[in-house]
């Protein structure tokens, strides 16, 4: 079974349904060194050695204040979008927050995928906040990882959907602080289901791979 295939031109946009859009380039540089700061933050906090009182009370202190001031600005709406363009003229939707990909969202890695001609391809470096075992990426963000790859991949070749199953065979450890590229492609289409696989490699290893049963939203047309 082919592919069918939606041109970008003619996506749902989300605020035909009451969903507010950003476009990626509107996103402040101050907000997205924020993002990063706060990324990095998470990370020492998680690995920190530091033993004295006085310095981790001044320091929750800091976080307080600053947590405290920006919790009095206005929140985006719940499932605020962001529209990215890509490589090819193409552009995608996803929400701003995504814990895999958000754009400001400080704990995501965060995973960025782009088309290629097979499907999606992203590469991103997970350190000790992504751990699991000793030195090893939890399965549960081996999963998320995979399900943002085929649910991407399965969105830019037909049209957004969810994902109804999702299988992880882990083949072998995912090693922390190492290049993870990440792939998938669409392998068949029967009606609104959209059958996808994914992988994870590690210098060319594959450590994990997924199969997935993706559902096409419908849309008014």
Do not use: C
Not at 154 to 168: F, N, Q
């Amino acid at each position: 079974m082919t592919v069918n295939t939606q041109p970008a031109t003619e996506r749902p946009d989300p605020r035909a349904f009451g969903l507010p859009v950003v476009e990626q380039d509107d996103i402040p540089a101050e907000l997205r060194a924020l993002v990063g700061r706060v990324h990095d933050l998470i990370g020492a906090v998680a690995n920190t050695t530091e033993t004295d009182p006085r310095t981790l009370a001044e320091a929750a202190a800091a976080v307080e204040g600053v947590t405290e001031r920006l919790g009095r600005a206005p929140r985006r709406q719940i499932g605020t979008m962001v529209r990215r363009d890509l490589p090819g003229g193409a552009s995608e939707f996803g929400t701003i927050s995504n814990i895999v990909a958000g754009d400001t969202n400080p704990a995501a890695p965060p995973l960025s995928l782009v088309p290629t001609a097979e499907g999606v391809r992203g590469e991103v470096t997970l350190d000790t906040v992504y751990q699991g075992p000793p030195g090893l990426v939890h399965g549960g963000w081996i999963a998320a990882l995979l399900d943002q790859a085929v649910g991407t991949a399965s969105s830019l070749a037909t049209s957004p959907g969810l994902t109804a199953r999702l299988e992880i065979d882990y083949r072998s450890p995912t090693p922390l602080f190492n290049p993870l590229e990440i792939t998938a492609e669409v392998e068949r289409t029967e009606r609104r289901k959209v059958y996808v696989n994914g992988r994870i490699r590690v210098n060319g290893e594959i450590t994990a791979q997924a199969r997935a049963l993706m559902v096409r939203v419908p849309f008014p047309e």
